[in-house]
T-cell receptor, first 112, second 116 residues
Framework: GQQLNQSPQSMFIQEGEDVSMNCTSS?????WLWYKQEPGEGPVLLIA?????ELTSNGRLTAQFGITRKDSFLNISASIPSDVGIYFC????????????FGKGTSLLVTP | GAGVSQSPSNKVTEKGKDVELRCDPI?????LYWYRQSLGQGLEFLIY????????KSGLPSDRFSAERTGGSVSTLTIQRTQQEDSAVYLC??????????????FGPGTRLTVT
């Protein structure tokens, strides 16, 4: 599958701060998705983006599908301790039955 | 409603033994995927099933890996003659299989496989 470069690799922030992470690819994707994974659990879908330039919010989370279709970012506003986890970006372009290509994740730690 | 379930949650096996991992997708979801997640890594696609079509096996790392899906629902991933490098979390996901919604894949909790 295609490689997605996700950054930063980890973040250590204080409660209340805003967070931004992004994902880039050398290939074009038709769909960008963001998942959150907590220890011992499977990834949980946060936001799905289907159109270049699309900006979508889910509560305190906002994600954008880059105009070039090769990147996406996720912002978390006013972080809280339960935001702790690993955030993965994933891209999909219809190949391999629409299998997802994942980044390596951004590990987020939030201190009270 | 019930989400994707997987069993067992943990499996420890000796090198060379065969293992079977099971996935029950969300009811009504026609597409089913298996992924593998090694420690500290993202998810790696293994195999995809859609309805009654032949599966897409392009992600399977070797011929020791196989999977089947019976009756368009439950799936079993089999690893023969396990090796230590097979140690990972194996995740199953399902989706509605509809155009435009393939991306909305819902994951099970995974099976943590340890090969000793």
């Amino acid at each position: 599958g295609q490689q997605l470069n996700q950054s930063p690799q980890s973040m250590f922030i204080q409660e209340g701060e805003d967070v931004s992470m992004n994902c880039t690819s050398s290939s074009i994707f038709n769909t960008w998705l963001w998942y959150k994974q907590e220890p011992g659990e499977g990834p949980v879908l946060l936001i799905a983006l289907y159109k270049a330039g699309e900006l979508t919010s889910n509560g305190r989370l906002t994600a954008q599908f880059g105009i070039t279709r090769k990147d996406s970012f996720l912002n978390i506003s006013a972080s809280i301790p339960s935001d702790v986890g690993i955030y993965f970006c994933a891209g999909q372009n219809g190949g391999s039955g629409y299998a997802l290509n994942f980044g390596k994740g951004t590990s987020l730690l939030v201190t009270p | 409603g019930a989400g994707v379930s997987q069993s067992p949650s943990n499996k420890v096996t000796e090198k060379g033994k065969d293992v079977e991992l099971r996935c029950d997708p969300i009811s009504g979801h026609t597409a089913l995927y298996w992924y593998r997640q090694s420690l500290g890594q993202g998810l790696e696609f293994l195999i995809y099933f859609q309805g009654n079509s032949a599966p897409d096996k392009s992600g399977l790392p070797s011929d020791r890996f196989s999977a089947e899906r019976t009756g368009g629902s439950v799936s079993t991933l089999t690893i023969q003659r396990t090796q230590q490098e097979d140690s990972a979390v194996y995740l199953c996901a399902s989706s509605k299989g509809l155009a435009g919604a393939y991306g909305e894949q819902y994951f099970g909790p995974g099976t943590r496989l340890t090969v000793t």
